[in-house]
């Protein structure tokens, strides 16, 4: 979910969190017994993930003394690479059932690593110019009747939801058809391409349909108002293909390879206290998204004025 999800110029900034080490399959844990100091991240596609590995990148490099590596990955294919020990923590997850059962129960190869300390929701929204004139747009059993509003050149005689990435959380299929809603997905293909035609129909005030998240920073920029679906009942979400219910408030996770949460030393017991609030992540977000600063540039900034708060996250000396 997420919350600028991929750009070439925002990877590319990212490489500057990403040092030199002596081996692939170095990891904090060597800490404990003397070697290198190598903390391996993950980091995913959307910027307010992006601003959490930075935050705790440049802490553990400038004041622990570790070398930090990071890899962009998906939200899957970054469970399986914890797993196996190629990345030492997932600093913000959505939640993966599946992943989970099958690394924390059966494998035991990945272990909780805390709260990041902000709660996500993902939903469908429509813009606030639109909702002013259509008050009843908000209500899902609504949308059929604006989906003519929400046309375009990719969803045929349909209404379009604007998606991000495939790579996402996303029930968004199964709620059309389980609603019989007159609508069709379209993939933007990143966070990055669906911000872009947001903004884009903002400036034309025109009428959308979108599958949106908080916390996000274009929300300070673009005003949404959320589609109320079916109420979210515990269980509701259990068969995906039978899903007719909105989506859950999610506290975000991190999660830590079990012998780096074991044998990590400081870098292990720092990234189990990394916990900030929304407004905090969106603040480095908006650096980096907004402002353009590189993630490392926006992190350094952020580190500076708020030293209150990132010293309650390093080890005790």
């Not at 930075?54 to 899957?76: H, R």
């Not at 299929?173 to 609603?179: E, G, P, V, Y």
């Not at 830590?256 to 206290?273: W, Y």
Request: proline share 4%.
């Amino acid at each position: 979910m997420r919350i600028l999800r991929t750009t070439t110029a925002v990877i590319g900034a990212l490489g500057v969190l990403t040092l030199s080490a002596c081996g692939a399959a170095e990891t904090g844990k060597k800490d404990a017994v003397g070697g290198d100091k190598t903390v391996k991240l993950t980091v995913p596609s959307w910027v307010g993930a992006q601003a959490n590995t930075a935050v705790a990148g440049y802490i553990l490099k400038k004041e622990l003394g570790y070398t930090v590596k990071t890899q962009q990955m998906g939200e899957v294919l970054a469970w399986d690479a914890l797993s196996k020990g190629d990345i030492d923590a997932i600093m913000e997850d959505w939640g993966h059932p599946k992943e989970e059962k099958q690394y924390l129960t059966t494998k035991k190869t990945v272990v909780k690593g805390g709260d990041l300390g902000v709660t996500g929701h993902i939903g469908w929204y429509v813009p606030k110019y639109f909702a002013d004139k259509h008050p009843d747009v908000t209500d899902y059993k609504n949308l059929n009747k604006y989906a003519k509003d929400f046309k375009t050149g990719e969803s045929g005689d349909k209404g379009e939801i604007l998606e991000g990435s495939p790579d996402y959380v996303t029930n968004d299929d199964a709620l059309i058809k389980n609603l019989k809603l007159d609508l069709k997905t379209n993939y933007s293909g990143s966070e990055a391409a669906q911000i872009t035609a947001i903004k884009k129909y903002a400036k034309e005030q025109k009428p959308f349909l979108t599958y949106w998240w908080t916390p996000q920073w274009l929300n300070a920029q673009v005003d949404m108002v959320e589609v109320k679906l079916p109420e979210y009942k515990a269980g509701c979400d259990a068969d995906p293909k039978k899903i007719a219910c909105a989506y859950p408030n999610t506290p975000l996770q991190k999660y830590l390879n079990a012998d780096f949460a074991k044998n990590g030393g400081e870098a292990a017991e720092f990234l189990k206290k990394f916990k900030w609030t929304t407004e905090q992540q969106n603040e480095v977000a908006l650096m980096i998204a907004g402002e353009k600063m590189s993630p490392e540039a926006a992190a350094e900034k952020w580190v500076k004025a708020n030293e209150a708060t990132w010293k309650a996250w390093l080890p005790k000396k």
